[in-house]
């Protein structure tokens, strides 16, 4: 999986099949995640190691895994996400949530998680990264095909 991210605050943590999202405030919870997500861990390991030392101090975050056609997604705070599959549109929201919103879908296609306000950089641009595995620094994570681009439209002859 490749994603694309946009810079902000917030910790992701990208592995081969898994993304978690942890806010600014979660530095310390970061490390361990990696090293899970890194070597492999699937959606309850990595919850566990998430929520294991109490989910009373961990204000937000996000889960994404996709294990085959499967995509379970756990969701807390700010965070909200969008997941197309062939048949809908479906957005989860973790602020109305007090522990977590969960949810697992099938045949998805795109996902993009926000946790933050994307801002310009000096350049004007948001900026973006390209990752397939790594540690970064988002506002938001976006992952799957391309929208077609849309087709120009046709001229009106009687349009001068």
């Known amino acids: 999986m490749t994603w694309t991210c946009r810079a902000g605050d917030w910790f992701a943590v990208l592995g081969e099949h898994t993304l978690v999202v942890?806010?600014?405030?979660?530095?310390?919870?970061?490390?361990?995640?990696?090293?899970?997500?890194?070597d492999g861990a699937g959606f309850d390991e990595t919850l566990d190691a998430l929520i294991s030392s109490g989910l009373r101090d961990l204000p937000g975050f996000v889960l994404v895994c996709q294990e085959g056609d499967e995509t379970r997604v756990v969701l807390r705070g700010e965070a909200h996400a969008h997941f197309e599959t062939p048949d809908e549109l479906v957005r989860v929201d973790g602020e109305a949530a007090t522990t977590w919103v969960e949810r697992t879908l099938h045949g998805v296609t795109?996902?993009?998680?926000?946790?933050?306000?994307?801002?310009?950089?000096?350049?004007g641009g948001?900026?973006?990264?390209?990752?397939?595995?790594?540690?970064?620094?988002?506002?938001?994570?976006?992952?799957g095909e391309a929208a077609e681009p849309a087709a120009p439209a046709a001229a009106d002859p009687a349009d001068p």
Do not use: N
């Not at 942890?22 to 890194?38: F, T």
């Open 110 to 123: 795109r996902i993009r998680v926000q946790v933050a306000e994307e801002t310009a950089a000096d350049g």
């Open 22 to 38: 942890l806010p600014p405030s979660e530095k310390a919870r970061v490390a361990p995640v990696w090293s899970l997500v890194d």
């Open 126 to 143: 948001v900026e973006e990264l390209r990752v397939a595995a790594g540690l970064v620094r988002v506002a938001s994570a976006a992952w």
